[in-house]
């Protein structure tokens, strides 16, 4: 158990859904990253959150939101899913907004969409 | 296109080999980091070697970083068929100014191998 915590860890939706994926950082982290994970594009790096503050953005779809708690805990929103959206969502966390040590990541959620 | 290239895509070995993993990058950093991800599992962390070190161990682990040639190796010794899974190598890039993006940027991975 690497301290981050993931639900669900599997999700099975049809196109035009909406799912929120879960994810609880480990305690005392303050940083959450979202990734995503497929076999064509490998890991691509969606947004970070720092002390419940946007800090960065990467390839992330306007049909995709996020945000992070004042308890620190972050959802990510997938809305008007498509089948390209299958894939393993991953959050990560880390304890200032810098990459000064490592991610400590969550387990994943495995979308499927139909 | 992904700041960090991993070579070779695969790679297999005995049990007791060593195996060599490589990771060529494009723009400068401000460290680079080593994760593991077993098949559908979470990455864990490795090690991290920041721009201004050459090399750094860690138990049968020793990474090299060459920031004039942008590149750095995985060097796992003495493998065993526990370390069967993907290395991915990921760098924290540097702004104009100095100052770092705040988030990793992924390689495409490893694929290791280690038959018993």
């Known amino acids: 158990d690497s301290g981050v915590t993931q639900t669900p860890k599997h999700l099975i939706t049809a196109t035009g859904q909406r799912v929120t994926l879960r994810c609880s950082p480990r305690?005392?982290?303050?940083?959450v990253y979202w990734y995503q994970q497929s076999l064509d594009q490998g890991l691509q790096f969606l947004i970070h959150?720092?002390?419940?503050?946007?800090?960065a953005k990467g390839n992330i779809l306007e049909r995709f939101s996020a945000q992070q708690f004042p308890d620190l805990h972050s959802e990510l929103n997938l809305s008007s899913l498509e089948l390209g959206d299958s894939a393993l969502y991953f959050c990560?966390?880390?304890?200032?907004?810098?990459?000064?040590?490592?991610?400590?990541f969550g387990s994943g959620t495995r979308l499927t969409v139909v | 296109s992904q700041q960090g290239e991993e070579d070779p895509q695969a790679l297999s070995i005995q049990e007791g080999e060593n195996a060599t993993m490589n990771c060529s990058y494009k723009?400068?950093?401000?460290?680079l980091q080593w994760y593991r991800q077993n098949s559908g599992r979470g990455l864990v962390h490795l090690i991290l070697?920041?721009?201004?070190?050459r090399e750094k161990h860690s138990g049968r682990l020793r990474v090299t970083l060459d920031t004039s040639k942008k590149s750095s190796s995985l060097l796992i010794t003495a493998s065993r068929a526990a370390d069967t899974a993907s290395y991915f190598c990921?760098?924290?890039?540097?702004?104009?100014?100095?100052?770092?993006?705040?988030?990793?940027?992924f390689g495409q991975g490893t694929i290791l191998t280690v038959h018993p």
């Open positions: 990560a966390s880390s304890r200032g907004g810098r990459t000064k040590a490592g991610y400590t």
């Open positions: 305690s005392g982290d303050l940083s």
């Open positions: 959150y720092y002390n419940g503050e946007e800090r």
């Open positions: 723009t400068s950093i401000n460290n």
């Open positions: 070697i920041r721009s201004n070190e």
């Open positions: 990921a760098t924290d890039l540097l702004l104009a100014g100095g100052t770092s993006y705040g988030k990793l940027t």
